[in-house]
């Protein structure tokens, strides 16, 4: 590392300023580092502290990460869009290194030597043989102040930690079993819940015969059409549930679309319209530039003759979250009035902000801390189960009450991935080169977590007897990435492109963020069109990908996962081979997947290589955990996955009727690094999902000589489109 000055601080440093609520120094030489970026089971806590670790110039093993607690840590937003290594990775390097530059001032000043002679190695301070350490001078190095803006980036060290596979810090505990989880989490005087929820969306409570737990030793709590129980016997409480699910009457009715059309309802608006890049008036590349094919586009606009036009339809349906793990929420009201909440949410600061809007209590009496829980990748309901949890402790003040939510809730209740449709249409000149890139993609939005659209955005407060309201799901600014139109845009060098969003105003179905939001679905229809246009064009579609790309990162990407994985050898028959690119919402991780598909009896991914640069690589395993673990993911997506439901309710409530991607099926998964160690880190945990579907959709239609558009990719939808060709 070199000593750079930073022009300024990094955002959540300068969000959070004070360096105490990142960092304390202990008399044992111990350092508690506090973040706001949670463990989702990604690794990110231990990456952070080997930034730590180095910028301190201690052991790694002497970097305690604290649980994100909104009252002692910083305020860092969400853990979401693979931003973590970024945002808190910078300023956790830049907090580390002037706390560092505070203990060794100290003790320059008691040695009365210029601070540039001291020198940190393994949490020692030495000048000549002198000798302190962190821990000796802990009591005397105060960091109750702001970060000082001028100061360097970096102390300069050479790294350490940070570009080695340092184990992960939170595996032991799961490997052995050892309680961690929140699930596990055990108060005292602790009581259980359990929530009844309503048969369908719009359902409301008309009746409880609470004659029917007579006997039973629980609370029943009900406000409005939120209704729960609540006793401090878990195995009671759960039979409770049960008792009063069959002792409530509720009055329904229709409020779901057709599952069988998807495509027509996201269309059928009211829409807002997202215009992400029009086309130039004088017929110009997006930026002045050739086209592709090299030749430039001629004076007077007019590109090269059109020789066809090519179009498509993609879909996908809604998508759940299917954790591991149900959701679970833990709450407690104190006896001074104040609230605290332990929760799994990826964003601790904005639940309390939501549970004050949703009781009119100030959020400065709410603290809320992180505990883990399964991995979610996205809005799930932790949440809403953080959020059970207050209403029922709010009737037994003083005593915690730890809710847990059913697998039968969880897949039905908590917010789904919205169901997206693209069309997407291309003119190519004699060559096969693209000359024209028109493209419209529609969705629900992809964020409806707590505080959205100036509301609580939790479950239950739209069950209350003062319900608050639910409206759709917005999209995410664009400097956070959006939604709809992540990753709608090509990485592609097309002369004219127009690209254009439209988000459904209504929302039947509760839509929120999803592992990679919009991206996943418009990589997944670009790179199968890209295929598309290569096939038409008869051209290899590495080549043909390879003929319209500039980026250079980006081509040594494509390359290096085509070299791995033995592009262009023959496969057997009933097999093929598949390839899938994107650049992560154009900024962060580039991504290539090539995938080896048999289709015979039924489809199955036997191998997938895969390339990542991800710029500076902190953990090379956890990069290399992360991509491996989002292929996964979406192939279990693009085979298995879809909400089912009928006019009136989601009827995919278990593992049957929604079914993920089992051990036995998941591939064989090669990940090579393709590294660039002088740029920033970006994420990694989201780059491999669009890519992933798209190389599994290609190789597919390379396998069988038949395209497949929506998604999922069955055996039925094969029967059907074979029926359906002329």
């Given at each position: 590392m070199t000593t750079v000055r930073a022009p300024s601080m990094p955002k959540d440093l300068a969000a959070n300023p004070i360096l105490s609520r990142w960092v304390t120094v202990h008399p044992d030489g111990g350092v508690d580092v506090r973040v706001g970026k949670v463990e989702l089971g990604?690794?990110?806590?231990?990456?952070?502290?080997?930034?730590?670790?180095?910028?301190?110039?201690?052991?790694?093993?002497?970097?305690?990460?604290?649980?994100?607690?909104?009252?002692?840590?910083?305020?860092?937003?969400?853990?979401?869009?693979?931003?973590?290594?970024?945002?808190?990775?910078?300023?956790?390097?830049?907090?580390?290194?002037?706390?560092?530059?505070?203990?060794?001032?100290?003790?320059?000043?008691r040695w009365d030597v210029g601070a540039a002679r001291v020198t940190v190695r393994r949490g020692l301070l030495e000048c000549g043989e002198r000798v302190t350490s962190y821990g000796a001078l802990a009591g005397a190095v105060d960091l109750d102040v702001p970060a000082d803006p001028l100061a360097p980036f970096t102390h300069g060290g050479k790294a350490?930690?940070?570009?080695?596979?340092?184990?992960?810090?939170?595996?032991?505990?799961?490997?052995?079993?050892?309680?961690?989880?929140?699930?596990?989490?055990r108060l005292p005087?602790?009581?259980?819940?359990?929530?009844?929820?309503?048969?369908?969306?719009?359902?409301?409570?008309?009746?409880?015969?609470?004659?029917?737990?007579?006997?039973?030793?629980?609370?029943?709590?009900?406000?409005?059409?939120?209704?729960?129980?609540?006793?401090?016997?878990?195995?009671?409480?759960?039979?409770?549930?049960?008792?009063?699910?069959?002792?409530?009457?509720?009055?329904?009715?229709?409020?779901?679309?057709?599952?069988?059309?998807?495509r027509d309802f996201l269309r059928s608006g009211p829409h807002e319209t997202l215009p992400v890049l029009t086309p130039p008036l004088d017929g110009s590349g997006p930026d002045g530039s050739e086209a592709p094919d090299g030749s430039e586009v001629p004076a007077g606009g007019a590109a090269r003759p059109v020789a066809r036009g090519l179009r498509a339809s993609y879909g996908r349906p809604f998508l759940a979250h299917a954790s591991m793990a149900p959701s679970c929420g833990v709450a407690r009201w104190n006896d001074d009035g104040t609230l605290s909440v332990w929760s799994h949410s990826q964003g601790i600061n904005g639940l309390r902000n939501a549970i004050g809007l949703a009781l009119g209590l100030d959020a400065d009496r709410i603290e809320v801390e992180h505990a883990e829980g399964a991995g979610c990748y996205g809005h799930n309901a932790a949440?809403?189960?953080?959020?059970?949890?207050?209403?029922?402790?709010?009737?037994?003040?003083?005593?915690?009450?730890?809710?847990?939510?059913?697998?039968?809730?969880?897949?039905?209740?908590?917010?789904?991935?919205?169901?997206?449709?693209?069309?997407?249409?291309?003119?190519?000149?004699?060559?096969?080169?693209?000359?024209?890139?028109?493209?419209?993609?529609?969705?629900?939005?992809?964020?409806?977590?707590?505080?959205?659209?100036?509301?609580?955005?939790?479950?239950?407060?739209?069950?209350?007897?003062?319900?608050?309201?639910q409206p759709p799901a917005v999209d995410p600014p664009p400097a956070a990435g959006s939604g709809t139109v992540r990753n709608a845009v090509p990485i592609y060098d097309f002369p004219r492109r127009r690209v254009t969003g439209h988000r459904l105003l209504r929302a039947p179905l509760r839509s929120s963020a999803l592992r990679a939001l919009g991206a996943f679905m418009n990589v997944f229809a670009i790179e199968s069109f890209m295929d598309e246009l290569a096939l038409s064009a008869g051209a290899d579609p590495l080549e043909y990908r390879l003929a319209h790309l500039g980026d250079a990162r980006g081509r040594r990407v494509l390359t290096a996962a085509a070299d791995a994985s033995g592009w262009g050898a023959p496969m057997p028959e009933g097999s093929g081979r598949g390839i899938g690119f994107a650049r992560y919402k154009d900024k962060g991780a580039y991504c290539a997947v090539v995938a080896e598909v048999e289709a015979e009896q039924e489809i199955r991914v036997p191998r997938l290589t895969i390339a990542v640069d991800v710029g500076l690589v902190v953990n090379p395993d956890g990069v290399r955990n992360q991509i491996e673990g989002g292929a996964t993911q979406a192939a279990s997506w693009t085979l298995k996955e879809r909400v089912r439901f009928d006019r009136r309710r989601v009827t995919s409530d278990d593992w049957e009727s929604y079914?993920?991607?089992?051990?036995?099926?998941?591939?064989?998964?090669?990940?090579?690094?393709?590294?660039?160690?002088?740029?920033?880190?970006?994420?990694?945990?989201?780059?491999?999902?669009?890519?992933?579907?798209?190389?599994?959709?290609?190789?597919?239609?390379?396998?069988?000589?038949?395209?497949?558009?929506?998604?999922?990719?069955?055996?039925?939808?094969?029967?059907?489109?074979?029926?359906?060709?002329?």
């Open positions: 990604q690794g990110i806590l231990t990456a952070l502290a080997q930034i730590a670790a180095d910028e301190l110039g201690v052991e790694l093993e002497r970097v305690r990460m604290r649980p994100a607690n909104t009252a002692s840590g910083p305020d860092e937003g969400l853990t979401s869009g693979s931003m973590s290594i970024m945002h808190s990775g910078g300023a956790v390097r830049v907090a580390c290194a002037q706390v560092r530059a505070r203990f060794t001032a100290e003790a320059a000043r350490v930690a940070v570009g080695t596979s340092a184990p992960r810090l939170d595996l032991p505990d799961k490997i052995a079993g050892r309680p961690r989880f929140i699930h596990d989490l005087g602790q009581w259980f819940g359990r929530v009844v929820r309503p048969p369908s969306p719009g359902a409301a409570l008309r009746h409880v015969d609470e004659g029917r737990l007579a006997g039973m030793d629980v609370l029943l709590v009900r406000d409005g059409s939120f209704v729960g129980v609540t006793g401090a016997d878990e195995a009671e409480v759960s039979r409770a549930a049960e008792v009063l699910r069959a002792a409530a009457s509720w009055d329904e009715h229709d409020t779901l679309p057709d599952e069988d059309g998807l949440d809403d189960a953080a959020f059970d949890a207050v209403l029922l402790a709010r009737a037994v003040p003083g005593r915690p009450v730890h809710v847990q939510w059913s697998r039968r809730d969880e897949l039905a209740w908590s917010p789904f991935g919205s169901a997206m449709s693209v069309e997407v249409a291309a003119e190519v000149s004699e060559s096969g080169a693209v000359l024209t890139w028109d493209y419209d993609v529609w969705s629900q939005g992809h964020t409806s977590r707590p505080g959205f659209a100036g509301v609580p955005g939790l479950l239950a407060a739209g069950h209350l007897e003062r319900p608050w309201p079914p993920i991607l089992r051990f036995s099926e998941t591939p064989e998964i090669s990940v090579i690094l393709v590294e660039a160690p002088g740029l920033p880190s970006v994420g990694a945990g989201e780059a491999a999902q669009g890519p992933t579907a798209a190389a599994i959709a290609n190789a597919l239609a390379a396998a069988l000589d038949i395209r497949l558009r929506d998604l999922p990719l069955t055996p039925d939808s094969i029967i059907a489109t074979i029926n359906a060709t002329p």
